[in-house]
């Protein structure tokens, strides 16, 4: 595996651990709340944002304007039954979702929930790592490395994930002050 490769996965983890972060709620209405909602589309699951606009047109407002109107009541039982903890107010031709400030209980929730995130996306380093570092030393067994050669590119390896699991790090501080902003 290429320095290059090895980058690459890394990166796309921490690109992972960002976007779950940003479906975590904070104080303020965010279109990216609803991304891993899917709605059941004739027959299908499909995700909310290729079934409709979604917007927000006040810091407390979240607005969805189905491209058909017949999957409005789909999309708002979608978001009635969803874990977020919405409301969904129909007009008949859009749904608005009122974004309520968070109590200080829910902050701490979603601040844990945050830290579960980045958790698993430090894990998810240290495997890529692990495959990284057994390749070096299979690489090192059959004769293509000497031993010095196998500790530098071990070494390298190492301060390459260092490098990415701070950048998850400062990824959820930013997401926790975000989240207990009121």
């Known amino acids: 595996m290429s320095n290059n490769d090895l980058e690459s996965n890394m990166r796309k983890s921490v690109d992972a651990a960002q976007r779950t972060f940003n479906t975590i709620r904070t104080g303020r209405a965010n279109p990216s709340l609803l991304d891993r909602l899917s709605v059941e589309y ?10 409709a606009t979604i917007s927000t047109p006040d810091s407390q407002t979240i607005s969805i304007q189905p ?3 017949g999957s409005l009541g789909l999309i708002e039982k979608a978001i009635a039954t969803s874990d977020l903890g919405f409301t969904p107010n129909n007009d008949g031709k859009i749904i608005r979702i009122n974004v309520p400030p968070l109590t200080e209980e829910r902050r701490k929730e979603f601040c844990k929930l945050a830290s579960k995130y980045a958790e698993e996306a430090k894990v998810a380093l240290r495997n890529i790592r692990r495959d990284a570092i057994e390749k070096i030393k299979k690489a090192e067994k059959d004769g293509e490395f000497s031993e010095d050669q196998s500790r530098d590119e071990q070494d390298k390896v190492q301060t390459l994930t260092n490098k990415f699991i701070s950048e998850v790090e400062k990824h959820l501080e930013e997401k926790e002050a975000d989240i207990l902003k009121v």
């Open 42 to 51: 004739y027959g299908a699951e499909t995700p909310l944002k290729s079934l």
């Open 67 to 69: 491209f058909d109107i």
